[in-house]
């Protein structure tokens, strides 16, 4: 028998760094279509790294457990430092009139970030797949639940940027960089 309590919380509580990155992210002007592929895109990573964790067993685990914390921290390191540097130009040049709008995030930063925080759901994908539990609604809770706070992320960021413009870049990059620690400290603990 399934625990729907427990299928919803572990979709949930994995979708707390979706939720962070999509603050983070969504402080550049962005359309409802590229709020989409990133929900898309972070929904999709967690569900499907969660589904390798089930099938790759607790020996890759024990492997792989060595450094994933690594690899999380140095992909939000980067995408952190650059938003950080690309704020504090914005509030240089916050004075000039021919300041140009940025663009969203690429699709490559976008695709990074989604599984740069979804490193997490491996080992979770690992305890499900060893536990004998049915895998469907947890990854498919996995998934959904991502999808939905990046979305809302998204939407408030973009509520939020439009009230302190740049100077949220550099607090989205402050919490990438925060996500990024922490994962590190995790993984090294």
């Not at 028998?1 to 707390?16: C, R, Y």
């Not at 590229?34 to 999709?44: E, N, P, R, T, V």
């Not at 997490?120 to 998934?143: C, H, N, Q």
């Given at each position: 028998?399934?625990?729907?309590?427990?299928?919803?919380?572990?979709?949930?509580?994995?979708?707390?760094?979706?939720?962070s990155a999509a603050l983070a992210l969504g402080t550049r002007t962005h359309k409802a279509s590229?709020?989409?592929?990133?929900?898309?895109?972070?929904?999709?990573a967690e569900a499907l790294v969660s589904f390798l964790g089930a099938i790759a067993g607790a020996?890759?685990?024990?492997?792989?457990?060595?450094?994933?914390?690594?690899?999380?921290?140095?992909?939000?390191?980067?995408?952190?430092?650059?938003?950080?540097?690309?704020?504090?130009?914005?509030?240089?040049?916050?004075?000039?009139?021919?300041?140009?709008?940025?663009?969203?995030?690429?699709?490559?930063?976008?695709?990074?970030?989604?599984?740069?925080?979804?490193?997490?759901?491996?080992?979770?994908?690992?305890?499900?797949?060893?536990?004998?539990?049915?895998?469907?609604?947890?990854?498919?809770?996995?998934?959904?639940?991502?999808?939905?706070?990046?979305?809302?992320?998204?939407?408030?960021?973009?509520?939020?940027?439009?009230?302190?413009?740049?100077?949220?870049?550099?607090?989205?990059?402050?919490?990438?960089?925060?996500?990024?620690?922490?994962?590190?400290?995790?993984?090294?603990?």
């Open positions: 028998m399934i625990n729907i309590f427990e299928v919803i919380i572990v979709g949930l509580v994995l979708s707390a760094d979706s939720f590229d709020a989409l592929k990133f929900a898309c895109s972070s929904g999709g020996k890759v685990v024990s492997e792989f457990d060595s450094f994933d914390h690594w690899v999380s921290f140095l992909l939000l390191f980067f995408v952190a430092t650059h938003m950080s540097v690309d704020g504090l130009k914005e509030l240089r040049d916050v004075n000039q009139s021919d300041q140009k709008v940025k663009s969203f995030h690429s699709f490559t930063k976008i695709i990074i970030v989604s599984f740069a925080t979804s490193l997490d759901a491996f080992a979770v994908g690992v305890s499900l797949g060893s536990s004998g539990k049915p895998l469907t609604p947890y990854i498919f809770s996995i998934g959904l639940w991502a999808f939905f706070s990046t979305m809302i992320g998204m939407k408030i960021a973009k509520f939020a940027s439009k009230k302190i413009g740049s100077l949220f870049n550099l607090i989205g990059g402050a919490v990438l960089l925060v996500l990024a620690f922490k994962f590190l400290f995790d993984g090294i603990s």
